[in-house]
């Protein structure tokens, strides 16, 4: 990976394709390094014709962390959103958001789709609402609008505690590996178990990248400070595809319908069998929409444009 200097911070980055492609940029979820994207679902974007970044949130794998800093008490966090009263956090998504354009400066690319996952759809909707120049098309994946709504904020309680559950220390490899196999097998897709090996490496490298969880409570903080966020996702002007789970148990599927009522013009589709995770039997198919997303929102001619690359690495 290439770590580049990006809003202030150090960001482990990976740069995948031709460098005179468009642009695409894949934002990760809560406390997972970008290694979670499944290979199959990035060479498929890829072989369709775009140059894919992909790189670790801060407080996340190779990226800056902010341990110097205390996590904060997230129960009290989730009861004061959920009370609608202001959360105290160390950064927000709006920080997250300048993070990702930062990262995009840092490779020359004036203008990228923004495709987002769980946090990472948050983080793609802030990026597509502030800086709307910067982005052909959003594509917000599993994700939420911040409505306090309980029927909407949340999912079954055994979700909810399997991403809350303490890793094992970070060393031990193996231990994390069966601790990503218990919070997936919670949130994830039926038939998790069907899809336990092929879905081992990828746990694998997230080991190796190393989990944190005092940045990933504070990310979720970072989430929970920045609070509803539909009057600002109203402002949203891009082509926008909204992919949601039937049977998300983490994040409900209403929330992803109210995404799609509140972001203007937004698609919606509600995708059969998929859980909150990328199940390997549903990227082609994801991939393949996607990629249709993406290439309607483009501008005549970009495709015969080619970009000038110019990532400043880190020392």
């Known amino acids: 990976m290439t770590r580049v200097r990006a809003n202030g911070i150090e960001i482990d980055c990976e740069d995948w394709g031709d460098p005179s492609a468009p642009p695409l940029v894949l934002v990760m979820g809560l406390g997972m390094p970008a290694v979670l994207w499944p290979d199959e679902f990035v060479g498929a974007l890829v072989q369709s014709g775009y ?20 996590p904060g008490n997230v129960l009290r966090g989730i009861f ?36 987002g996952a769980s946090m990472g759809g948050m983080i793609g909707q802030v990026v597509a609402a502030r800086y709307p120049d910067r982005v052909w098309s959003l594509t917000s994946i599993m994700s939420n609008t911040g409505n306090p709504d309980r029927r909407l904020a949340f999912g079954h309680w055994k979700a909810l ?29 039926p038939g998790f178990d069907e899809n336990l090996e092929r879905l081992k490496p990828i746990f694998e490298r997230v080991a190796e990248r190393g989990l944190s969880r005092s940045g990933t409570e504070r990310q979720l903080l970072a989430i929970l400070r920045s609070g509803d966020r539909r009057e600002l996702l109203r402002r949203i002007e891009v082509p926008t595809l909204v992919l949601h789970g039937a049977v998300d148990p983490l994040v409900p599927p209403a929330a992803g319908r109210d995404a799609a009522a509140t972001i203007p013009g937004a698609t919606l589709e509600i995708v059969d069998g998929m859980g909150h995770d990328f199940p390997p039997d549903l990227m082609a198919q994801l991939a393949l929409r996607i990629v249709a997303h993406c290439r309607a929102a483009e501008p005549a001619g970009l495709r015969t444009v080619a970009a000038a690359p110019t990532a400043a690495v880190a020392g």
Do not use: Q
Not at 56 to 65: E, K, V
Not at 82 to 109: C, E, F, K, N, Q
Not at 174 to 189: K, M, T
């Open 80 to 115: 004061r959103a959920l009370t609608r009263r202001p959360v105290a956090a160390h950064y927000s998504l709006d920080d997250m958001a300048a993070d990702t354009v930062g990262v995009m400066d840092a490779h020359g690319i004036r203008r990228a789709h923004v495709v």
């Open 51 to 70: 140059r894919v970044i992909t790189f670790d949130n801060r407080d996340c794998g190779g990226s800056t962390r902010f341990d110097h800093l205390p």
């Open 161 to 189: 505690r399997a991403i809350t559950s303490p890793p094992p220390p970070p060393d031990d490899h193996a231990a994390v590996v069966r601790h990503l196999i218990r919070v997936f097998g919670a949130i994830g897709s």
